[in-house]
């Protein structure tokens, strides 16, 4: 190994941490400013460069000229809390089945089936629009918290199935075996032997699940009207002919850190350890 590999690689991760860092470090300030603090130009360091003002704060919950975010907050909350849920919930069992049963119809196999679920990620949000507009008209449930939940779920159930697959195609057919040896059947095997190990998977299905789940704004935006309103719709209502850029740094930093919590909170189980002595 080259006595310059070690220090090239300090640099490209110093350099990587800068360039994705620094859209945060630009937010964090500028949540902070008022008017005159972001035509003043570009400043970094509060009380030496700029006077830091919580002005921007205030306004996104509701203070003097903002808007209240806490009600569009809550809808993202719960459309992706129940979503998510539900998702990993069917996607796991799928997942299960085409993990261990082996299907066929004709030239269609498992891998056939798996491919067309992560396939419905690949069209393009406008193409499911107009069909999903109609499906919940007929029922009433446009621009309602269970229609979005509804359509959300169609949405994640392919990472959840995705994610699931691969993970339990890891796990030994063993622990099934010896599950069955003790007199369960294929849902008890799954419940008491698969799921108790499938701590780091669950976790990362939850985590791709939640990302996509709360940023979704087309659909959102589309299947909802005024009842309804998600965060990532009350961040881009804030934008206007003069963007508020104090207001919508601190609107998408208001947006990010529940995304930022998850992630630290969950981050423990991201590992497949958990099935180290699972079989004996």
Sequence with gaps: MSRWSRPARYAFLIAWAIFTGAPFLWAITTSFKDVNGVQGGVTYLPWVQYKPTTQAWKQIFGGAGGVNLIEPFLNSLIITVCASAIAIALGSLAAYGLSRFRYRL??????????????????????????????????????????????????????????????????????????????????????????????????????????????????????????????????????????????LSAAALFGVIPLIALAILVERYLSKGSLSGAVR
Aim: one cysteine or more.
């Design 106 to 247: 004709g030239p269609v196999k498992n891998a056939d089936i798996v491919f067309f679920f992560v396939s419905q990620r690949i069209m393009p949000p406008v193409v499911l629009v107009i069909p999903f507009f109609f499906l919940l008209q007929a029922p009433g449930l446009l621009d309602t918290r269970l229609g979005l939940i509804l359509v959300t779920v169609s949405l994640l159930l392919p990472i959840a199935v995705w994610v699931m697959v691969d993970f339990f195609n890891n796990i030994p057919k063993e622990l099934d075996e010896m599950a069955m040896l003790e007199g369960c059947t294929p849902m008890q095997v799954f419940l008491r032997a698969i799921l108790p190990n499938s701590a780091a998977g669950l976790t990362v299905a939850a985590m791709f699940c939640a990302v996509f789940g709360w940023n979704d704004f087309f659909f959102a935006f589309r299947l909802t009207f005024t009842e309804v309103q998600t965060l990532p719709q009350a961040v881009v209502a804030l934008n206007s002919s003069i963007p508020p850029w104090w207001t």
